[in-house]
């Protein structure tokens, strides 16, 4: 974020499933989950170089072993551009995550887990396509937990204005669980538009499972308002 400016992003992320990806790959019926949550994340940008970000929210959900709900994970960290060029950004975060009330890792059972840290890596790269703004991003992700397995996250985003005043994501969410003897793995995709509203901006899109092991085929939408300032 430039220096001195604030980006908020109130969510609503709605996941449910029926079946699931067996330590096969393949995917077998299973009694009904489904996970809820409405999250705040804000950051801004403390100097030119460092941006600080911090995430909370509210969280339910059910399963065949009953229901929950309460605080949902709480996040804070940095981070830090170390290279900025006319069309390239390299930046490195760093961050703990508080673990809450519901779901804290993509397969985990509802309240397990404690204390995360993670360190991600970001690379972004802006150009045009048709003479419409286009971007690309890569992070890649390392997960400590404690009371949970670690996990490594690959996920990327491309994003194009094919209008004044509209943007389409193209997102993928990729991770893996050290974990034995199956370590889950989950690559997940979503797709969304966002609309600039005034002075806001307003998303709607939908993720879904494309693959996995050990791991829920969900699927649900989002929902999203951004504000600037």
């Given at each position: 974020?430039p ?91 760093g961050?703990?995550?508080l673990?809450?009330e ?44 404690e ?83």
């Amino acid at each position: 974020m430039p220096d001195g400016q604030t980006q908020i992003i109130l969510k609503y992320e709605g996941q449910s499933a029926d079946e699931a990806f067996d330590e096969n790959g393949i995917i077998v019926p299973i009694p009904n989950r489904s996970d809820d949550s409405l999250s705040a994340f804000v950051e801004y940008g403390l100097t030119s170089r460092i941006t600080i970000q911090g995430k909370l929210g509210w969280t339910r959900g059910s399963d065949l072993f009953g229901e929950y709900s309460g605080r949902g994970p709480v996040e804070l960290g940095a981070r830090y551009t170390f290279f900025k060029g006319q069309r390239t950004v390299l930046t490195a975060y760093g961050g703990a995550v508080l673990a809450g009330e519901g779901r804290n890792a993509e397969t985990a059972p509802p309240g397990a887990g404690k204390l995360d840290t993670e360190v991600r890596l970001l690379a972004g790269r802006s150009g045009t396509l048709w003479r419409r703004h286009l971007f690309g991003e890569v992070q890649l992700a390392r997960i400590g937990r404690e009371g949970l397995p670690d996990e490594t996250r690959i996920e990327t985003t491309v994003g194009w204005e094919p209008r004044k005043h509209w943007l389409l994501l193209f997102q993928n969410y990729a991770g893996k669980a050290d974990a034995e003897p199956v370590a889950p793995l989950w690559l997940k995709s979503e797709v969304s538009a966002v609309r600039d509203v005034g002075a806001w901006r307003l998303q709607a899109g939908w993720r879904s499972s494309d693959l996995g092991v050990d791991s829920p085929v969900s699927h649900g939408p989002v929902i999203a308002l951004w504000r600037t300032f």
